[in-house]
């Protein structure tokens, strides 16, 4: 045999040998068994290795034992004792152990065998090795169906078939703004070959944003409330709005990253760059009193470590705050050192005044804020507060055209407001009293041992009164102040005032419509700030040795006859002011400090209508809308933000225990199984730790948010692990096209919706969905579509917007929609007073229901939306009777039937096309005959149970708050609710194919 | 899927009348054992002794020197500073940075049955079931806050989205109640020291959904969106699910989506709870001598909830939960135990008695205690939380009654005989239902994780009968 002859031989030998016995993949084939099995006492973790044995590095693999043994010896499995352990049949020898009931199958000991044959090689963990862009010349817009291809090629399998137009489009829709298709978008789509521009409209959508602020929200456990115990409420939403902003301008993801977790710490941050700080601040917080503070800052502390290492790095972290990972190069100490980087953000332990003292908190209670905060422009207040400004003026202005009598009071209030400039009249004398003695000033000087309650009955001149004034002044008796020294919780004032006659009868007290004061701290309800002091005035304490007033307008006018007199009460046990004096006016004015212009006042129909009452139905809306325009708290809100404080040290805590102060103290640092950021300082802060995360160098995050995309978009993440890249992980279906995804994704300059735009005009993405083959059941390969159920926020929001209900509206403080009576009956500090809103907010989006951390909405919990308490990144899907039971008889869903009912009402003429519109709207399809006839059928059915049970149609259409047709009768409206019902409730419906 | 998709379709074809009689049928075959849901655990580790549990929470921390741990010595101390040997680097909740004070009991005890078990004064009723209960007195746990605490005894961590005991036995076991969600919580609240309690603790966390328990509402509906909307007929209702059900059918048939498949058994579902919940919150059906013998005085009072215990027992419901807010009494400590007592006291008592009548105390687990006890320190008129040493009872289920377990020392302060971990608890009651805690793990971020996290628990083999 020549030379040649035996290279031949030799060659096609091996190839014989390489189709026999593929070489293993380390990364696919073995480290996941390796970590199943071996590593949690042969690992990472260098507290816990057993006999000196570690087997996540090769060289320490293959090096010999205490005992002398050698686990591995490459390519010889007669000498691996690892080979001999794991196939004993010896109790005592086998390996893994029988008590950590983790036996080896048959089929994971011989791939370990033969790795070991083929030489035992190593390949570092896939989602740690760097990322080139590779290959590099591959064209973006067909990068994908170029690897998914070819990898159905290696499989001999064949791509299914392209969806149809409608069915894409739905798809589209779903997936990228999370609402169905209108009509007219179906129609359009006609003229769209290839749908080319339905989707770039759609992901330039003002939804696109909603959409993917929901994906995001769960990564950085955005929720309304703090989470622990009392579950109070924090204020947190214009950082909602920021992440909505981000998505629809498209912000870089690096960017988005920075500010995130580092934007207060940026020069000059603007308001909101703090606020999309507020990240920092989404960990749980306690009210509960009797906690540890030191325990709880460190909850506080490890729960940002693990949002961050969840949300950016699909690691998981957290398991490194006791010991050393077991399944990853994360140690104990890479986990305090990421902790030390948020050491700078202020917090409290406690938010509670009383259980703990606290001079930034002193007095705070279970109604209180959770600082620090900012206040920022909302721009959905002020559209809104733009809209009920201008609604407010329309009342009065058309109340006024149809009261000819205004140009009366016009006249009559110019003569008083000239003989009374300020607008404010004293009384004429107030009842002598022990509890106080008459000033020549017409004030009252109180007696130091008054008590309690005071009352105080005003005799005044016989006229229309429409607001009340208390002007408290300092005075020599009392160390000139108006509060008692030394307190600056002061009092909480709310005058009662009622109508004594003069035949002795009390009137009930009088409504307030709205109060303002020179001077005010403010008061919190349910961790908000009250809009104005119509529920009590609390004196400002840092300028308690100043004059205060404040004034009180009433709903109604009230008239004063003669002998009557106005009984004022005061019941404030801290009322303790030297001196009060009080006036009235007959005008409506709540202002004690701005006096009413002579030539103004008297042209102003807001003034007339509140001081004559005159329109009472004009009044009760003109009440609606100021108290609209109030709730708009001048178009701001507050929001919680990171402040950087000066830090507290940071120990590694032994087994993660708190109170064991033993360990090092250490400095911020990044991961040592990372590569560390170029040109760091000395000293990082959190600028440093973002800029690291989406750093050329940080393989991790690009992958891990594009592995999350993907799911969103084919319904498996190419690593179906979405939360943990880590060992214990899945290794990617398509190892290439996650990398390349990644690559392009930080190489595009982190263009988000360039992402996706690549991903949705994909040939895989466009398939007709399917479920898997025999060869391929769970579909990994993409051979078609995957159908996925859509997300909690979107099963509602598709109904609402199939009903044509849906407010467009975006941003803006989260709104309750109706819920179960009971739902929080269990909270307490303090009990919830919760309403759901009766105006169109009722009919907001899904991302926008007010998400209670202890008790989440039933909708949302039965939908497998998270309650979000720590960061989640992968929500499982349940299909439960919960579920049916919402979609069947919840209110809110009643109500999308009927809408959708009389949208379909007013769109179409007869039995056969309403249903046809019906399925249309719903599932972009239009009915079979056969469900076109069972639905004639329901329709006949339920029309003539309707017309024999009148009223209970009327009940049905008592639900919710919608308007009914007049013009349509109730069992007409009522039976085609009750279709609606049936369409809303299809799994098709609440299923994007 | 729990039932073949034939026999659940041929259930749909009848008629609503012809419903009550097929759910009574169900409910009779529920009886024989068989779990209408499989769970993971095929054949059981060990030999099981119960099927299901009643988890009576008395949630805020009883004070288990007024309960059922005896300290004459306390009682002799009371007023003096509390000794420092005891106390020094322990943790403590509001009493930090307080003088410390002994609070010697202020209620009597008596021993009682044949086992001369120590009750005290405020327990007349449980007294007489003296000989039926286990009393645990070295009870301890990690966490002094209500929230954490609660979430430990529960879910054995206090990370979040860990599943709840209940959610793991669903898991495990599956269910037997075909018509009934098998983890179901009912909720009171006391007059006093009343804390909050959070939908977390039966959340299932991180295992799927369909193990989540399920409240019961005592005002409006029982389960929340149970009813029939208004204006909408039995009748009607019913042709709605008629034709989802078909859509769905053809759905499934045209997409090939197996999800379709399921959505119909669960409407299935849905319905048949329409009825099985209103049958089972009806207490018209029980006689007057029953609602006297719990003391039945308003609905939604922890008396009609342990009734409501007993009928869910009866119907194979795995897990049932109740909870009775009012056991927090930092100060008020007389009123409030002799209120608390009074509300809870003779309920318990009915249940079990009603249990063993009926032979379920045999297979039926009861549970009784809070996320931890009180201090045997005052603070004001009242008793801080305690982590180190606190009572628990257990009965039926394979346990042994008549016994005491456990010791705390001579001031009630720390376990000092047989401590008992939150974990030894928890790995003891998955052993009564034949688990092997151990081997009883879902998977998550890598994780196998389990109801008592990382340790490893002694089983309680004393306590067994």
Known sequence: MNPASICLLLVSSASLAFSEEPPLRFNRDIRPILSEHCFACHGFDRHKRDSGLRLDQREEALKPARSGDRAIVPGHQELSTLVERILSSDPEEVMPPPKAHKPL???????????????????????????????????????????????????????????????????????????????????????????????????????????????????????????????????????????????????????????????????????????????????????????????????????????????????????????????????????????????????????????????????????????????????????????????????????????????????????????????????????????????????????????????????????????????????????????????????????????????????????????????????????????????????????????????????????????????????????????????????????????????????????????????????????????????????????????????????????????????????PATPGFLPPLDAAPEHLSRLELARWLTSKQNPVTPRAVMNRLWKQLFGTGLSAVLDDLGAQGEPPSHPELLDWLAAEFRDSGWDFRHMVRLMVRSNAYRRNAAPGSDQDPANRFLATQSPRRLEAEFVRDNALAIAGILDPEIGGPSVHVYFPESLYRDMEFPKRVFEPVADERQWRRGLYMHWQRTFLHPMLASFDAPNRDESACLRTQANTPQQALTLLNDPTFLEAARGFAQRLLQTASTDSDRIQAGFLTALCRPPTSTELERILNLLGAARSEYLAHEEDARALLKTGHLPAPDQVPAPEIAAWTTVCRVLLNLHETITRY | MPTPLIARRTFLQNSVLGMGALALAALQRNGEGAPATPGLIQTPHVPPRAKRIIFLCMAGGPSHLETFDWKPELRRLDGEPFPESFTKGQQLAQLQGIPLKARGPFCDFAKHGQSGMEI????????????????????????????????????????????????????????????????????????????????????????????????????????????????????????????????????????????????????????????SVPELTDLRSEPQSVLDAYGIREPGGFASNCLLARRLAQRGVRMIQLYHRGWDHHGGLEDGMKAAAQETDQATAALLHDLKQSGLLEDTLVVWGGEFGRTPMGQGSGRDHHILGFSLFLAGGGIRGGMTYGATDELGYRAVENPVHVHDLQATLLHLFGIDHLRLTTKFQGLDIRLTGVSHPKILTPLFA
């Open chain 1, 105 to 667: 199958k048959p089929e994971h000991k011989e791939r370990l065998r033969r790795w070991i044959t083929q030489g035992a090689p190593y390949e570092p963990h896939w989602a740690y090795t760097p990322l080139p862009k590779n290959p590099p010349e591959l064209d973006p817009n067909n990068a994908i169906d170029h690897f998914i291809d070819a990898a159905l090629k290696a499989k001999s399998m064949h791509p299914g078939a392209p969806a149809p137009a409608n069915v894409l489009l739905r798809r589209l829709s779903l997936d990228l703004t999370g609402l169905p298709p209108s009509p007219d978008d179906l129609r359009s789509a006609d003229t769209d070959p290839g749908l080319q521009e339905s989707t770039e409209r759609l992901l330039h959508s003002p939804r696109f944003g909603e959409r993917w602020a929901t994906w995001w929200l769960d990564a950085v456990r955005f929720a309304d409330t703090v989470g622990f115990h009392g579950d109070q409420n924090q204020r947190i939403f214009p950082y909602r709005d920021y992440v909505i902003d981000a998505f629809n301008q498209n912000l870089p993801f690096d960017r988005f990253t920075l500010e995130q977790i580092a934007g207060d710490l940026l020069p000059e941050p603007t308001p909101t760059q703090r606020v999309a700080s507020g990240f920092n601040r989404l960990s749980m917080m306690t009210r509960e009193g009797g906690i540890q503070p030191k325990e709880y800052l460190a909850k506080y502390m490890s729960d940002r470590v693990r949002a961050v290492g969840s949300a950016w790095l699909g690691a998981t972290i957290g398991c490194a705050e006791c010991h050393d990972h077991k399944f990853d190069p994360i140690t104990q100490k890479d986990f305090y050192a990421l902790g030390a980087f948020f050491a700078d953000i202020q917090q409290y332990a406690l938010y509670h005044g009383v259980f703990l003292p606290n001079p930034d908190l002193k007095g705070w209670t279970d109604h209180h804020p959770f600082p620090p905060e900012i206040e920022v422009e909302s721009p959905y207040r002020q559209r809104r507060l733009q809209r009920f400004t201008a609604e407010l003026h329309q009342i009065a202005h058309t109340a006024r055209l149809a009261h000819p009598e205004f140009a009366d009071w016009s006249k009559a209030t110019r003569e008083f407001l000239r003989s009374q400039p300020g607008g404010w009249v004293f009384p004429h004398s107030v009842a002598e009293s022990t509890q106080f003695k008459s000033q020549p000033d017409g004030s009252l000087a109180l007696d130091t041992n008054a008590g309690s309650s005071l009352k105080f009955a005003l005799r005044i001149p016989s006229s229309p009164i429409a607001a009340l004034r208390i002007e408290l002044l300092p005075s020599p008796e009392h160390q000139n102040r108006i509060l008692r020294s030394g307190d600056p919780d002061a009092m909480h004032l709310l005058p009662s005032v009622r109508v004594r006659k003069a035949d002795g009868t009390l009137s009930d007290p009088l409504a307030f419509r709205r109060g303002h004061a020179s001077h005010a701290d403010p008061t919190y309800f349910q961790g908000e700030h009250q809009p104005d002091i119509s529920k009590g005035w609390k004196p400002a304490a840092r300028h308690s040795a100043e004059p205060q007033s404040a004034a009180w307008c009433f709903q109604k006018p009230v008239c004063i006859a003669d002998g009557d007199r106005l009984e004022v009460t005061i019941a404030e046990k801290r009322f303790a002011p030297a001196r009060v004096r009080f006036s009235v006016s007959p005008l409506a004015l709540w202002d004690p400090c701005t006096l009413p212009q002579a030539d103004a006042a008297p042209e102003d129909p807001i003034l007339w209508l509140g001081s004559t009452g005159a329109d009472a139905v004009a009044l009760a809306r003109l009440l609606e809308a100021e108290q609209q325009m109030l709730e708009c708290r001048n178009g701001k809100a507050f929001s919680l933000v990171s402040k950087s404080v000066e830090p507290a040290p940071v120990r590694v805590l032994p087994r993660g225990n708190w109170q064991d102060e033993s360990g090092p103290l250490v400095l």
């Open chain 2, 120 to 275: 005290s004064a405020l327990f007349p009723h449980l007294a007489k079931h003296a000989d039926d209960l286990c009393v645990i007195r070295s009870m301890q746990t990690e966490q002094i806050n209500h929230d954490t605490a609660h979430a430990f005894l529960n879910t054995g961590s206090i990370l979040k989205g860990r599943p709840s005991l209940g959610s793991w036995l669903l898991y495990g076991l599956g269910s037997e109640s075909e018509n009934l969600p098998g983890f179901v919580v009912l909720t009171s609240t006391g007059k006093t020291g009343v804390q909050p309690i959070s939908a977390r603790q039966w959340s299932s966390g991180i295992l799927p959904g369909q193990f989540q328990g399920i409240p019961l509402q005592n005002k409006g509906q029982a389960v929340h969106y149970l009813d029939n909307p208004a204006g909408v007929s039995p009748r009607l209702q019913r042709r709605i699910l008629d034709d989802v059900r078909a859509l769905n059918a053809e759905n499934a048939r045209r997409s090939r989506d197996p999800e379709a498949e399921v959505r119909i058994a669960q409407y299935e579902m849905a319905f048949k709870m329409q009825s």
